[in-house]
């Protein structure tokens, strides 16, 4: 038996420049009275700003499959709230865009080229190869709708969620996606990115980004800011993390994106969080590749990332990544090319106990102004994550001018170890600071005692909890043992904490790196090569005394050269390698 569904198109009475409402009466497409498209083209029309809902139903759905995309033209003569039925869950279905009832969406399903409108109350599902909402205007709110979810918990995804866009900017000032807010949206199971924003002054606030294939939110510009969002589960990895039966697991690193938010080179003032930590953290977890991730760039710059829960996330980009590589190692003079300039984490952290609490002493690497102290997820822990992340927030602390702080935690919450951010005077965000255990430590080192189970000999296998150089190489444990677990890790570029000679070659790790414990390929001789040249020659009888210095006066060859004095024979076989002699007289060394 056929069935019509019918109801009255109505319109609220108005004068000529006051608002008016609008009803949908048909949940056909096309250009018939009463459809969403013809509405839509009514309101803007005319000069009102229109309210476009829907009428009274029994139905619990309603869901119209739309053969194109809805516009809100640029022409628009007033502004559109276009608002779903607020009795019955109202989906836009992208399933028969273009060729009949068969083929999938290209595009958007929602464009909207004008500014100061408003869409809430929709679900935007099945556009597989575009977008459900694309806002190219200004001033635009798109606000409690769902995309790529159904309220019957059913997946529906589009390829993109929500999409700002400045790429017609040059052909209208109008259209330069700017001054738009997402807020109190669900956008989980994209394919693609959940929010991908190429525009400026946006808020994203109060939204759920969760499960889609690509990143939570791709975005590139300045004056945006991102608050109070659950960003969860993006890049193919489930919203809590468990293995599902068919799909890659969370850690498997051959997936290349999904991470909680990926910043685009280019962008700054960018701000990541706010001012207090349970009215604006952003919670970003369980992404495949990485919490808050930067593009390699020295344009981006004053993305400030402050009082989020950034945790158990995976691949290499863990926590917050400066130039998606992975963790950027401190160095001394914090000058650098890069994005947020590549801020110094905080250094030299050090958790042991006190009498009913752990106090905590840590020495600030330079430029670093502002810290902020998180206790580190006990999951993160116990998966070796070395850099955070941030799991629950502890305090704010002002570093003093001796790049000093203290502050106190009592690890009654169960907290395992703590991490930190340091922010610069233009709010220049670091990447975690390595984690600092807590527990007993008895030679100040920062690594715990429980973890220093040798007694600093190679024998022993292990570093001394009782002395802060085990070795006595003039390294401190901390600075050998990168990740300050009491193992030697040779995978991590690690020296042996407690061996003086790693490479055994007879030059001590102090005198391989001039002291810092850090092999610098060309300048220094590599610690873990007994022979750096590879001339046949062991550095320790190339260097004779063993100061990690050339000294020709002393007839030393180079450790660093195949052929020290340059007379076109290798040290190994030259009769006076320190002194060239092209005709190998033997009489050379004399001199």
């Given amino acids: 038996m056929k069935k019509t569904i019918l109801f009255l198109i109505l319109f609220a009475h108005a004068t000529a420049g006051q608002a008016q409402t609008l009803l949908v009466s048909s949940l056909g497409d096309g250009q018939s009275e009463g459809t969403l498209r013809t509405v839509l083209h009514y309101a803007c029309d005319t000069a009102e700003n229109d309210t476009v809902t829907f009428a009274k139903t029994r139905l619990d759905q309603i869901r119209i499959y739309l053969h194109k995309p809805l516009v809100i033209p640029e022409n628009c003569k007033g502004t559109v709230t276009l608002v779903g039925s607020n009795e019955a869950e109202t989906i836009l279905d992208a399933s028969k865009f273009a060729d009949g009832e068969t083929a999938f969406g290209e595009g958007c399903t929602l464009d909207i080229y004008s500014g100061n409108n408003t869409v809430r109350g929709f679900g935007f599902s099945n556009n597989e190869n575009g977008a459900a909402v694309c806002v190219y205007g200004r001033n635009n709110i798109i606000y409690d709708n769902k995309m790529g979810v159904e309220e019957d918990g059913s997946v529906a995804g589009n390829h993109y969620g929500v999409v700002v866009w400045r790429i017609f900017s040059e052909e ?66 489930p919203p809590h993390g468990e293995y599902i039966e068919g799909q890659p697991e969370c850690d498997d690193e051959s997936i290349l994106q999904g991470s909680g938010i990926y910043v685009r080179s280019g962008s700054e003032n960018v701000l990541i969080g706010g001012d207090g930590f349970l009215s604006d953290k952003n919670v970003i977890q369980y992404n495949r590749n990485g919490g808050v991730v930067l593009q390699k760039s020295k344009s981006t710059e004053t993305i400030t990332i402050t009082h989020n829960q950034i945790s158990k996330n995976y691949g290499k980009n863990v926590g917050i990544d400066l130039l998606g590589d992975g963790i950027t190692l401190n160095d001394i003079l914090d000058n650098d ?24 002493n840590w020495g600030v690497a330079f430029y670093d102004e502002n810290i902020e102290l998180y206790a580190v997820a006990p999951e993160d822990v116990t998966r070796g994550v070395t850099h955070g992340g941030g799991d629950d927030f502890i305090r704010d602390i002002a570093v003093s001018n001796d790049n000093d702080f203290e502050s106190l935690h009592d690890g009654s919450d169960g907290t395992r170890a703590l991490t930190s951010l340091g922010f610069d005077s233009d709010d220049n965000t670091s990447e975690y600071s390595l984690n600092a255990a807590l527990g007993d430590d ?18 022993s296998d292990g570093s001394s909890k009782e002395d802060a150089d085990s070795d006595g190489d003039g390294l401190p444990d901390p600075i050998e043992d990168k990740n300050r677990n009491g193992k030697w890790e040779v995978e991590l570029d ?27 390929k060309g300048v220094d001789t590599d610690p873990f090569d007994p022979d750096s040249d590879s001339d046949g020659i062991p550095d320790g009888i190339e260097d004779k005394n063993g100061n990690g210095i050339w000294d020709g006066y002393l007839k030393e060859s180079s450790p660093l050269l195949f052929d020290s004095d340059g007379d076109g024979f290798m040290d190994l076989a030259d009769t006076c390698p320190s002194i060239a002699n092209p005709g190998q007289e033997p009489w050379y060394c004399e001199f």
């Fill in 494 to 520: 690690e020296l042996c904490s407690y061996n003086p000679d790693t490479d055994g070659d007879n030059l001590s790790d102090f005198a391989e790196t001039h002291g810092d414990g850090i092999y610098n």
């Fill in 337 to 360: 090319m890069g994005a947020n300039k590549l801020l110094n984490y905080p250094e030299h952290m050090q958790a042991f106990e006190l009498t009913g609490s752990r106090y905590l």
């Fill in 172 to 237: 209208s000032e109008g259209m330069d996606g700017s001054y738009n807010t997402i807020t109190k949206n669900v956008v989980g199971h994209q394919t693609g990115q959940g929010v991908w924003i190429d525009a400026d002054n946006i808020s994203l606030s109060e939204n759920d980004i969760v499960a889609n294939g690509g990143h939570g939110v791709e975005l590139k510009g300045s004056a945006i800011t991102i608050r109070d969002n659950k960003i969860v589960g993006n890049g193919g990895c």
């Fill in 442 to 459: 008895e030679d100040y080192d920062g690594i715990p005692d429980e973890y220093e189970t040798g007694d600093g000999t190679p024998e």
